[in-house]
T-cell receptor, first 115, second 114 residues
């Protein structure tokens, strides 16, 4: 069964600070995708990034970067130089190749960026 | 394309009433998903369609819930005899075929059962 754990609930940072969100996942499938979604106060989930299980190369996309480590089943996400508009709930999610692409979400991290 | 749309955006109903929500996916997407999100939690998978075929249902989807996608385009989610525990945000998402394609979410329908 899929399981995604996001331990922190609310994280507050001062504008321009970096914020890192932790995500730990469980799966029996060897082929899977990991995602990060953002949910601003408006409520709509916005896709941010994804990484498949065969590619552990970490990347940077604008102010977003991620650290995928299969050895520890972690997929951490960093926002660099945070801005007030980054204030939202961030969800880590997992989909398995055997799972019809259904997403299993963590409980989310509420990020508050203080101006 | 305007993305995934859902109607209504908000629904308030009394316990015991039936409600129906609609989802219009991105036009070229043949996969459609329904999720439910309660306060302070991440979305939970309810059901999934590929074209008009409902291929998977979560055990969260009780007998009071039914979903359809009759022509492989829009989908409806009906809840019969609503209970207060049904109060939640109901999210629809669509994607292209293939397990590795990202899902695009609609704005959701917020249901409040009094």
């Amino acid at each position: 069964a899929q399981k995604v754990t996001q331990a922190q609930t609310e994280i507050s940072v001062v504008e321009k600070e970096d914020v890192t969100l932790d995500c730990v996942y469980e799966t029996r499938d060897t082929t899977y995708y990991l995602f990060w979604y953002k949910q601003p106060p408006s409520g709509e989930l916005v896709f941010l990034i994804r990484r498949n299980s065969f590619d552990e190369q970490n990347e940077i996309s604008g102010r977003y970067s991620w650290n995928f480590q299969k050895s520890t089943s972690s997929f951490n996400f960093t926002i660099t130089a945070s801005q007030v508009v980054d204030s939202a709930v961030y969800f880590c999610a997992l989909s398995e190749a055997q799972g019809n692409n259904r997403l299993a979400f963590g409980k989310g991290n509420q990020v508050v960026v203080i101006p | 394309d305007t993305g995934v749309s859902q109607n209504p955006r908000h629904k308030i109903t009394k316990r015991g009433q039936n409600v129906t929500f609609r989802c219009d996916p991105i036009s070229e997407h043949n996969r459609l998903y329904w999720y439910r999100q309660t306060l302070g939690q991440g979305p939970e998978f309810l059901t999934y369609f590929q074209n008009e075929a409902q291929l998977e249902k979560s055990r969260l989807l009780s007998d009071r819930f039914s979903a359809e996608r009759p022509k492989g385009s829009f989908s409806t989610l009906e809840i019969q005899r609503t209970e207060q525990g049904d109060s939640a945000m109901y999210l629809c998402a669509s994607s292209e075929e293939g397990w590795d394609n990202e899902q695009f979410f609609g704005p959701g329908t917020r249901l409040t059962v009094l």
